[in-house]
């Protein structure tokens, strides 16, 4: 049977470059990435389209949650985007198909495997792929993506937290056979010219995309982090909607503005976990076959310990933030955490109007060229005999 390569994007592990450059710009015959989603304009992520096509519960999905949609408006969707799928198998001509998702905690064993059964039945053998960071860089990773969507204080994210994603990959193990799932150590420095789309490529056997954008779902530095923590605990979350969702994006890309150190936790203050559930991380390291130790005992730099440190906003990212907003010079010096979340919902709202202008700029800019379009054509209808 073909093979259907499952890509599973643990978070920062370079999911959104990998789709972006296999969706927009894959030029190797042998292979086909599919574009069943919907919307068709999300850069090749299927999370949400598999959590609508192939979970229990698709209305308790995060971005269904925030858009307001329920179980009975979300059939319909299921039966398009089976039919999509459907027809984009049928068209395959023995080619390896390619789908890439991060709902894998979402779906679960019974989605994994109504997910199994509907490609097998349809002769695709699945094969899970997927990348695991090293222990420190995925605690990170992970309070950041919690962070961008809603609040949270450093006892909730650490209580009970699992160390790396060992009972998404037990999942895979069990549904699709361990000889199956492969499994890769994220570490960009071993990477072909430091690039996890040309490492991607190259263990797959496809020929590496012309284009790739290096920059994708870029990490927010450490003075990003800390303004969008303080503004999580002095803002109520929005009601659900795609407008609350289109808000925190370009609040997202704002604050993606800010340079500054990386983010990083100190290692004291991941000591305990490590100790609580060390039997686990033996696990995944050996499922891995490789160390996810890396740094663990580096305190160089700045880092975090508390949420005290969370808030000692440093003095270039306050007048980064003021002249941002157009707050009056010193106003922010005192590093108040209150006068900073309001300059950060300043923020969001500038950040709002400016998508929007340029939204409105672009569209304009579409319509002016249909207009000369239509000009010419008729001009040269005019001079046909």
Request: with cysteine.
């Amino acid at each position: 049977m073909p093979d259907c390569i499952l890509h599973y994007g643990f978070p920062k592990t370079g999911s959104t470059a990998i789709q972006r450059a296999l969706s927009e710009h894959l030029a190797d015959p042998r292979f086909v990435y599919s574009h069943f989603q919907d919307p068709i304009h999300d850069h090749g992520n299927h999370s949400r389209a598999m959590a609508t096509a192939f979970s229990d519960r698709p209305e308790e999905y995060h971005t269904h949650v925030a858009e307001g949609l329920s179980a009975e408006m979300l059939l319909q969707e299921r039966s398009t985007l089976l039919g999509r799928l459907d027809e984009e198998i049928t068209a395959l001509a023995g080619r390896t198909f390619l789908l890439s998702n991060e709902s894998l905690s979402f779906l679960r064993a019974k989605g994994l495997q109504r997910l199994r059964r509907f490609l097998e039945d349809r002769h695709l053998a699945p094969r899970p792929v997927g990348y695991v960071r090293p222990l420190r860089e995925n605690f990170e990773g992970l309070f950041i993506e919690r962070l961008k969507h809603r609040q949270g204080s450093l006892d909730d994210f650490f209580a009970g937290r699992a160390i790396g994603p060992r009972a998404q990959i037990a999942t895979l193990d069990r549904v699709f056979g361990r000889e199956n799932v492969r499994l890769w150590k994220y570490h960009r420095h071993s990477f072909p010219d430091r690039c996890v789309v040309a490492d991607f490529c190259l263990r797959l056997g496809i020929d590496r995309p012309p284009i790739v954008d290096r920059e994708a779902n870029r990490s927010l530095s450490l003075p990003a982090v800390r303004f969008l923590f303080a503004y999580r605990h002095s803002f109520p979350a929005s009601p659900p909607g795609r407008r609350t969702i289109e808000q925190n994006a370009s609040l997202i890309a704002a604050l993606g503005e800010i340079d500054g150190p990386r983010f990083r936790f100190h290692p004291l203050l991941l000591e305990p976990v490590i100790r609580e559930q060390g039997i686990h991380l033996d696990w995944l390291e050996a499922r891995v076959g490789a160390t996810l130790r890396d740094r663990m005992d580096d305190d160089g730099g700045p880092s975090i310990r508390s949420e005290e440190d969370l808030l000692d906003f440093s003095r270039e990212s306050l007048d980064w933030l003021a002249r941002r907003t157009g707050c009056a010079a010193g106003s922010l010096t005192g590093k108040d955490p209150r006068a900073v979340a309001d300059a950060v919902d300043r923020l969001r709202e500038i950040a709002v109007a400016e998508r929007v202008a340029a939204e409105r700029k672009a569209a304009g800019l579409l319509a002016r060229l249909g207009h000369r379009s239509r000009k010419l054509l008729g001009h040269f209808g005019r001079r046909s005999p």
